[in-house]
């Protein structure tokens, strides 16, 4: 990771889950992480192409111009970009795992700024993931950040980590919109592979390669 912000907050997230594959919800105390709570975010799985945000600190909202309580974290980035990121966030749902995307943030004026969000599985009432505990950090801070909101993101890398290889998780019940596109498709041999996406490029690494029976298949 490159920011001691995301840093801190995963090595806190991964203290309290333990040996699970995610810790609750109501585990999550802000008091232990008050220094980072303003660069802090923690998402609601609705539907297939719905996360939508329940807080969000206050650099967040400040450097997006507004509050983000209940609006969809999918809204923010480059309509490209938009399919790619929920199918990394369903790979966080379904599998466990740990998303780092690498963006860059434009203003309306053509600023630019670039930042490190992290995304981690939360459990809420059930025993299927539908939260994230997120951080959404600058690596290169600007002079003018509060001034000119970002109006939109562009992934730049994206990597999945998986923490929990070998949980098998609950599927959670969807709420499907007809209007929806189907879920992006996640297969389970990713489980054990780093997944790195820059600009329309995305490779995908399997730790071992072929010594490792099993990752013959892609």
Not at 11 to 22: L, M, P, S
Not at 33 to 42: G, P, R
Not at 50 to 68: N, V
Not at 81 to 89: A, P, Y
Request: charged residues 25%.
């Amino acid at each position: 990771m490159r920011t001691t912000t995301n840093a801190n907050l995963y090595a806190y997230w991964n203290d309290v889950r333990g040996t699970r594959a995610a810790p609750r919800r109501f585990e999550i105390e802000p008091s232990r992480i008050a220094d980072i709570l303003s660069d802090t975010f923690i998402l609601e799985f609705q539907e297939p192409s719905s996360f939508i945000y329940r807080l969000a600190g206050t650099r967040i909202c400040d450097t997006l111009g507004e509050e983000r309580r209940g609006r969809n974290f999918l809204d923010d980035w480059q309509t490209s970009d938009r399919f790619s990121v929920q199918r990394h966030l369903t790979s966080v749902r379904k599998l466990g795992a740990v998303a780092t995307i690498l963006v860059d943030g434009a203003t309306q004026a053509g600023r630019l700024a670039r930042f490190e969000v992290l995304i981690m599985p939360l459990l809420h009432n059930g025993e299927t993931i539908d939260r994230f505990l997120g951080g959404f950090v600058t690596v290169n801070p600007q002079s003018w950040f509060g001034c000119e909101p970002i109006a939109s993101f562009k992934t730049i890398e994206t990597e999945l980590t998986y923490p929990s290889d070998g949980l098998e998780l609950a599927e959670p019940a969807l709420r499907i919109s007809l209007t929806d596109p189907a879920p992006p498709p996640v297969l389970p041999n990713v489980r054990s592979a780093r997944i790195v996406r820059q600009d329309k490029r995305q490779f995908r690494v399997y730790e071992g390669g072929l010594s490792r029976r099993g990752d013959e298949s892609t």
